[in-house]
């Protein structure tokens, strides 16, 4: 067989593009004589095949960009390896791991992904990448000591492709084209069904008597003519997609619709070429237009979805002010927020954005968090106060100092981590397409007996029913049922301050039979005080006071920042300078000051030092940290944290639901009791290490329950890795937020409970669009086989039974009051 690309054809062996007169550039490749329309081109081919990739020119399924279009890029890329430049789109790793999220120009089919992914993960120093075909993003991470970015961008560009960093803005521009395209291609088709229907209703309702031979060919011509658009243009979708499923053995949902299009057009141009017979044109006008106007809506809801965690990265603007030599100087100039560094201060005046994470050092103002949290209220700021990316000062002007920009700020790892719940497929929606896969063969088997029993009995009407059953079957509805209802739900969660970081998130979330919960900064408010300080040896409080808090420093534990916070108010600074720090997870730190090593921590591991029982401890709801010195107890700081308002009314729901609530936590037995004497909770472990903690939630799973972790801060991380579905505070550790399947960014324990409720109504809406995909097939599928559904009613069934998924997959995406929701929350989950 002749290669498609060969010499002596008109078109470019890259681009397609047809051959300048007198231009042509030829190279030997691969052993061949190519023809070239451009030397970019032949670079770019030369590039591919020399890295191996010469498979791309035999699997691709669209043209690319011209070569030259990459040409000259090398100074414009050389920017991108500037700190600066990088702020924005890029995060550090562990040492010189760097990470980026970037966008890819002109990939056009599944062949560009695989090009452009290999050539990115072919570049030394490379660790991985990952390229989203539906969304063209790409996720590349590189060791810094061996790749600078500008040569991975590079090697982009050297293959045909244009990598640019990721832009939640420019997301907005990809969207539109792709729906301006989709409209365009459901314009022609419906205004070719509206004509084609005008010429097919006099063959309808006259006779042969009134409506002569030769009008009613010319009818046929016509309707031929207006066809073809919609089944070259409008259809080209469908015959693209089937065309790719059938190349790799598999079949997918365009297979039997390609086949019904293609079978009635076939039949139908055979049947004006002959001068008679019947003829489809009408019903497959309208089937294309049907099908284009239910994958449109499908598009508008799917875009409004992944939109509500788009908007993540639109919350930061553009630019900002800042006030270069502040306290001296009071004069803003205007910067590109990538040009921000931590340390810099930022004038944020009333009715801006706030550009990085930071802590105000002057003014005063109330801040609105809602797009970010959920919550409506504005939050009054001051100096000390944190203010994060993203929220909106609303009254007076306010200095703040940067701590962290961009890719690291609070906002940027919420949304890096919500993006990744978007690249993975749960595991319910891979069952879906798996049995939509042999949904399609049987459908295909259903058709071919059908055609046949018809053909051996009436042969006249063998035909149309045969393309009746191939239509009327609809595995988009059975394939949509799942993913639409999760990415709706994922969207209006996230537009709350509940952002899912997994796929699997909602899924396990609605399934959990048991939730278990940490005490601090959870189901309390995390906002620890020092009640009182115990001395028990002859070392002073200041003194005390000064060394715990050296400690703590590193620490993020709200016990930590409580004996800081303490004593700053007492007016001592921390200065002394901590050698050998160790922290030891789930129990306290361990350091050495001037030469003697200290412990500050739970009662049993300053036991180890101390070489004594600890002084009696203090009943109640309060918790102590101990301070020891080798041979010598010093100190006992009594904490003590208030309930969230929140918190009954969440374990209640939870019981009534039929749910089983469990208290973790490190604190004393008698700490931990009383919080769940108050808030009703059977099921308590004190005194638990990450180990304990991590081994509990095992045993439940071991026990066919399915846990849901609710945590706050680093002893966290364990456990939260170990439940089948974990959500961690805004306000706790990096560390459990990471690791976490979804955060809530609010805080806030009223708006979990709406979280859970919402989860198990996506579960429901999934069920009920299943349970209406299967019930359609059934009845309409044998209706079509016995005759009684002509093709354009298959074509209306088809496309209203996936716009019905769609639509209402759409009532997870409605917005209603805070306060509302939180009551039907708590009621459907009393009803569930």
């Known amino acids: 067989m002749a290669d498609p690309h060969s010499i002596d054809e008109a078109g470019c062996y890259h681009c397609g593009l047809p051959l300048p007169p007198g231009g042509t550039v030829t190279s030997q490749l691969a052993g061949e004589e190519r023809a070239f329309c451009c030397v970019g081109c032949e670079a770019v081919a030369h590039a591919i095949v020399g890295q191996g990739l010469q498979e791309y020119y035999r699997f691709r399924e669209a043209l690319p960009p011209r070569g030259d279009a990459a040409a000259g890029t090398a100074e414009r890329f050389r920017v991108y390896d500037d700190p600066a430049a990088q702020a924005s789109f890029v995060t550090t790793g562990d040492g010189n791991e760097r990470e980026a999220a970037l966008i890819l120009e002109g990939v056009r089919c599944a062949a560009c992904v695989w090009v452009s992914e290999q050539s990115i993960r072919r570049v030394p120093g490379v660790l991985s990448a990952q390229v989203n075909y539906a969304t063209h993003r790409a996720r590349v991470r590189w060791d810094t000591r061996r790749v600078r970015l500008s040569e991975i961008l590079g090697a982009v560009a050297a293959v045909g492709y244009q990598a640019h960093p990721y832009d939640a803005r420019h997301l907005d521009a990809v969207q539109a084209e792709e729906r301006r395209s989709a409209l365009w291609r459901l314009l022609i088709a419906g205004l070719g069904m509206t004509q084609v229907m ?104 799917r875009q409004r979805a992944v939109g509500a965690l788009a908007h993540l990265g639109k919350l ?17 100039e ?58 909106v000062n609303r009254s007076g002007a306010l200095a703040v100092r940067v701590q962290r920009v961009g890719a690291d700020s609070v906002l940027g790892t919420i949304a890096r981590l919500a993006e990744r719940a978007t690249s993975e497929k749960p595991r319910v929606v891979e069952l879906a397409d798996r049995a939509a896969h042999w949904f399609v063969l049987a459908v295909l088997a259903l058709a071919l007996a059908t055609g046949a029993w018809w053909l051996a009995n009436d042969p006249e009407r063998a035909l149309w029913v045969t393309v009746s059953v191939l239509i009327v079957t609809c595995p988009c509805a059975l394939s949509l049922a799942t993913p639409v209802a999760l990415t709706a739900a994922t969207g209006a969660l996230a537009r709350r301050g509940f952002v899912a970081t997994r796929g699997h998130t909602i899924e396990a979330l609605a399934r959990a039979t048991d939730f278990v919960f940490d005490k601090t900064g959870t189901l309390t408010q995390g906002a620890l005080q020092v009640e009182r300080v115990e001395i ?98 010093l100190a006992s700081f009594v904490l003590r944290d208030a309930l969230k308002p929140e918190a009954g009314a969440l374990v209640g729901a939870l019981k009534r639901a039929g749910k089983s609530a469990h208290l973790l936590s490190g604190d004393s037995a008698e700490a931990a009791a009383d919080i769940a004497r108050t808030l009703g909770i059977t099921n308590v472990r004190a005194e638990a290490t990450p180990e304990d903690k991590r081994e509990y939630v095992k045993a439940l ?28 505070m805004a306000s706790g550790a990096r560390l459990a937020q990471v690791k976490a399947d979804a955060v809530l960014l609010s805080g806030d324990a009223g708006d979990l409970t709406w979280a859970i409720a919402q989860a198990r109504k996506a579960r429901r809406i999934i069920g009920q669009n299943i349970a209406w995909a299967v019930a359609y097939n059934a ?54």
């Open 779 to 832: 009845i309409a599928v044998p209706a079509a086989m016995v005759g009684w559904i002509t093709p354009w009613m298959a074509g209306i069934g088809m496309a209203a039974s996936s716009l019905l998924v769609v639509l209402n997959a759409g009532r997870l995406v409605g917005r209603t009051n805070v306060t509302s929701d939180r009551k039907i929350a708590v009621r459907e989950l009393k009803t569930a």
């Open 198 to 301: 005008m010429y097919a209703i006099p063959a309808y309702i006259a006779d042969a008597a009134t409506l002569p031979e030769d009008i009613g060919q010319l009818l046929r011509w016509a309707s031929f003519c207006l066809t073809v658009p919609v089944v070259v243009y409008s259809a080209h979708p469908f015959f693209q997609g089937a065309w790719r499923d059938l190349r790799r053995a598999r079949l997918g949902m365009d297979v039997p619709v390609v086949l019904g299009i293609g079978v009635a057009f076939i039949a139908s141009v055979w049947a004006t070429l002959r001068g008679g017979g019947e003829v489809y044109f009408d019903s497959v006008t309208m089937f294309i237009f049907l099908l284009l106007l239910g994958r449109f809506l499908e598009l508008g809801a």
């Open 536 to 633: 028990h040896g002859g070392m002073g409080i200041a003194r005390c006071l000064a060394i715990a808090g050296a400690l703590e420093r590193a620490s993020e534990h709200p016990y930590g920042a409580a004996i800081r916070a303490h004593a700053a108010r007492a007016g001592v600074q921390d200065e002394q300078q901590v050698a050998l720090p160790r922290n030891e997870p789930g129990a306290g730190i361990e350091g050495r000051v001037e030469g003697v090593r200290y412990r500050i921590g739970s009662e049993p591991f300053c036991t180890e030092i101390a070489g004594a029982l600890a002084p009696p401890g203090v009943p109640g709801r309060a918790s102590i940290v101990h301070l020891a010195r080798e041979g010598e107890w």
């Open 316 to 332: 930061v603007p553009e630019y900002c002010a800042r006030i270069a030599g502040y306290p001296a100087s009071r004069h803003a």
């Open 334 to 391: 205007t910067v590109p927020v990538g040009a921000l560094r931590r340390g810099d201060v930022m004038l944020v005046k009333p009715g801006e954005a706030i550009a990085a994470d930071g802590i105000v050092l002057e003014g005063e103002s109330v801040v609105d968090e809602s797009l970010m949290t959920g919550e409506t209220r504005p939050v009054r700021k001051a100096p000390d106060s944190a203010v994060m990316g993203g929220s």
């Open 701 to 728: 799973q071991a026990s066919g329950h399915v846990v849901a972790m609710i945590g706050d801060g680093v002893n966290d991380a364990p456990v939260i890795a170990q439940a089948d579905v974990s959500v961690a």
